[in-house]
Structure formats: C-alpha cells, structure tokens
C-alpha cells in the first residue's frame, strides 16, 4: 500500500462513507454540519459587553454612545483629538453622524488614488455585523462602509456598530447574515504585525488606530 492509498483512506474514514451519486449532494449528506452555533449561554447585555472587551483586548479603542442624538458629537470630539485633517466619508454614510463635525470631508470616488487617499487622515463608517466572540468587525462594501481600500489606507479608523442588532455571538452566526458574494473586510483591532522577537508595528496594512463606537438603539 503506498502512501497515497493511506492518506486517501484516512480522509474517506474522516468524511464518512458517502452514499453513491451526486457528489455534492452526498458530502451535504454524509458530513455531519451540527457545529457549535456559540460558547455558553448570554444575554444581550453580556454579549454586547464580550465584543467591548474583545475590541479592547486587541488593542481598538471601544466608545459607548446610548443614542444616536449623541452620535454627531462624539464623532466629532474624536474627529477634533486627532486635529484639522481631512476625513474620508463613503456615500452612503448616514448624514446625521457627521452633521455636528466641520473636518474638510473627501468622498470615495473611482478616480481617487492611493496617493490622494494616502492625504486623507481619517475615516468614518459603519459596518455589516460584530462578533462578540472574536472581537470582530466586518465590513461588507456597503454605502455606509465604501470600497475596501478606503479602510485600509487612512490611519485612523471611526467605525459605528448599532447594538444590539448588529452584533452577534458568534463566527456562525456572522457568516448567516453576510453575503459571500461581498468584499468581506474582518477586523480584529488595528492593524499590525510582529517580527521574529515578538516586536510589535500597528499600521502595516491598515489603520494604526481604530475606534469603535457602540450606539444602542435603531
């Protein structure tokens, strides 16, 4: 027996042995998808308090907003810490949220570059859905999110999730309510990486610093 026939027979044992036909169809079938939907038993409250202090464990800064008449300021209190910048806005960026900000605001347009978004210190959107346990935000291309790029280049990031609708428990639960058609973006922190003794650099590939915001109601 060469070793391809063992290899090939431990995958057939791990799989399960697949009724004859459509071989689609009989992996549905034949593999059991009973996963683990999450990890214990929460309330909203406590799932909503998991994602802040997951956020926080990788280092994003969490900000907790009770409605979103308070939005507008506190968008601008963080907009204002950072100092006079430009301010990346994505089209469909609800206007309410930056009614209260007077940044010089640059809409993501086709014909902008990297080099003209490379000027652009910050960014503001919104998001698909939270996961509370992993501590990510995931972003879906959507108006109130933009094209990807336009989150990967500035170096400050402001992202507003609703709570609690938009979170949820778990990676399952996430994948339920997204479109794999999508450009998925998932965010677990700012951006960063470490060398072969641990060193850590934020802002390698994305925005050294990411602020979320958690705004309950509608």
Known sequence: MSSRD??????????????????????????????RREHG????????????????????????????????????????????QYVL????LPPEWMSAADPTRVHDRAVSTTHDLDKVGSVVTGCAVAVAETGTIVL???????????????????CVVRVPDQVVSSVPQALERLDPTRPLTWISGPSATSDIELDRVEGVHGPRTLEVVLVSGE
């Not at 926080?56 to 810490?81: K, N």
Request: aromatic residues 4%; contains cysteine; hydrophobic residues 35%.
């Open 6 to 35: 063992i290899i090939l027979g431990r995958v057939r044992r791990a799989l399960g042995e697949a009724p004859r036909g459509d071989a689609q169809a009989s992996y549905e079938t034949a593999v059991d998808r009973g996963y």
């Open 41 to 84: 038993s929460r309330t909203t409250e406590e799932t909503v308090d998991l994602l802040a202090e997951n956020l926080a464990d990788y280092r994003a800064i969490v900000h907790r907003c009770q409605d979103e008449e308070e939005l507008p300021y506190l968008i601008t209190r963080l907009l204002a810490a950072r100092g006079p």
């Open 89 to 92: 806005v994505p089209p469909g």
């Open 140 to 158: 879906d291309g959507s108006p109130d999110q933009g094209r990807r790029r336009i989150t990967l280049i500035p170096d400050h990031h402001i």
